[in-house]
């Protein structure tokens, strides 16, 4: 069973980048489609990017053009790059598959956008 773990939230100025990382414990080189998902306070969790195994990726109108999901089958990782952030940016952030299965959240990792 894969665990997944999510790192490199933090506190960053409107306008400013951060890139997350998650670490799968087992292969996912298997699994069709991974994804990023984030969930702010008072909200359900949304999609923000997902990724296939041939590279074909998704994102939802709110953050197209300034987060960019990349997979690595051989480190067994998955990534987003998030530029121009924005105060709505604001959440917790989770990968998973996509869709997702519910035995594989993790605790994820927070980004709070301020200035």
């Known amino acids: 069973q894969v665990q997944l773990v999510e790192s490199g939230g933090g506190l960053v100025q409107p306008g400013g980048s951060l890139r997350l990382s998650c670490a799968a414990s087992?292969?996912?080189?298997?699994?069709?489609?991974m994804a990023w998902y984030r969930q702010a306070p008072g909200q359900q969790r949304a999609l923000v990017a997902a990724?296939?195994?041939?590279?074909?990726?998704h994102y939802p109108d709110s953050v197209k053009g300034r987060f960019t999901i990349a997979r690595d089958n051989a480190k067994n990782m998955v990534y987003l790059q998030m530029d121009s952030l924005k105060p709505e940016d604001t959440a917790v952030y989770y990968c998973?598959?996509?869709?997702?299965?519910?035995?594989?959240w993790g605790q994820g990792t927070q980004v709070t956008v301020s200035s």
């Open positions: 998973n598959m996509d869709p997702p299965t519910s035995r594989y």
């Open positions: 087992g292969s996912i080189s298997s699994i069709y489609a």
């Open positions: 990724i296939t195994n041939a590279g074909n990726t």
